[in-house]
C-alpha cells in the first residue's frame, strides 16, 4: 500500500521547536518531496521542497531561516525542523510526493503554537 | 511569496458544468502549466490533473482541465453532490523557486 505518514506534531510554545517525520512505505522513495501546511479554515501553502539526495533544498519565505528539511533514504523518511516557533505556523503540516505534481499526501499532522 | 488567483466560491447546479480558473503569470502557469487539486473538509488534498491535462489513474473522466496563457482551468462535467469541495490550484514558479498554490475556490452543488 502506498502511503505517507507524518508525525511529531503537538503544542509548542512561540519560540519553541518541533521536528517532524514522514514515513513513506509501499512507493520508490527516489522522489522530490515537499512540506505543504494548511492553517485551521485556510488554504494551502507550499513550505519547502527537497530532491532526491537532499543536494536541492528550496524554501517558502515565510519559514526560511527557521525550518530545515531533510531526508534518510535508508530509513525512507523525510525531516522538517521547526525552529523559532511562531503563532502563524499553526496549521496542519502534510508531506506530499512530487512527481510533476503533489500525487501523494499524508493525512498531515497537527502544529499548535500557543503560550 | 505571491500566490495564484482563484475565485473563492463557484455554485452550479447538479448535473451541470462547473468551470474553475487559475490565473498566474509567465513564471508558474504560462510556462509551466498547473495542477488541481480536490480537498473535502477533514481530508487531505486528492490530485485531479497534472501537467495542465494529465489525469493520475482513477479520477474520473468528468474532471478535464486546460489552459490559455496565464490562465488555467479545472471543469467538472455531470456534477453529483460528491463534488462539492474546495479545489486548489498549484505550479512551480521558475523566477521564486517556490511552489505557488492559488487561494482555493470552494464549490457549491446545487
Known amino acids: 500500500q502506498v502511503q505517507v505518514v507524518e508525525s511529531g506534531g503537538g503544542v509548542v510554545q512561540p519560540g519553541g521547536s518541533l521536528r517532524l517525520s514522514c514515513a513513506a512505505s509501499g512507493l520508490n522513495f527516489t522522489n522530490y518531496f515537499n512540506w505543504v501546511r494548511q492553517a485551521p479554515g485556510k488554504g494551502l501553502e507550499w513550505v519547502a521542497v527537497?530532491?532526491?539526495?537532499?543536494?536541492?533544498?528550496y524554501y517558502a519565505d515565510s519559514v526560511k531561516g527557521r525550518f530545515l528539511i531533510s531526508r534518510d533514504n535508508s530509513m525512507n523518511t523525510l525531516y522538517l525542523q521547526l525552529n523559532y516557533l511562531r503563532a502563524e505556523d499553526t496549521a496542519v503540516y502534510y508531506c506530499a510526493r512530487e512527481r510533476d505534481a503533489f500525487d501523494i499526501w499524508g493525512q498531515g499532522t497537527m502544529v499548535t503554537v500557543s503560550s | 511569496q505571491a500566490g495564484l488567483t482563484q475565485p473563492p466560491s463557484v455554485s452550479e447546479d447538479l448535473r451541470q458544468t462547473a468551470t474553475l480558473t487559475c490565473t498566474g503569470n509567465?513564471?508558474?502557469?504560462?510556462?509551466?502549466?498547473a495542477a488541481w487539486l480536490q480537498q473535502h473538509q477533514g481530508h487531505p488534498p486528492k490530485l485531479l490533473s497534472y501537467r495542465t491535462n494529465t489525469r493520475p489513474s482513477g479520477i474520473s473522466e468528468r474532471f478535464s482541465a486546460s489552459r490559455s496563457g496565464n490562465t488555467a482551468s479545472l471543469t467538472i462535467t455531470g456534477l453529483q453532490p460528491e463534488d462539492e469541495a474546495d479545489y486548489y490550484c498549484?505550479?512551480?514558479?521558475?523566477?521564486?523557486?517556490?511552489?505557488?498554490f492559488g487561494g482555493g475556490t470552494e464549490l457549491t452543488v446545487l
Open positions: 509567465n513564471n508558474n502557469v504560462g510556462n509551466q502549466g
Open positions: 527537497i530532491s532526491y539526495d537532499g543536494s536541492h533544498k
Open positions: 498549484s505550479s512551480w514558479d521558475t523566477s521564486l523557486s517556490a511552489w505557488v
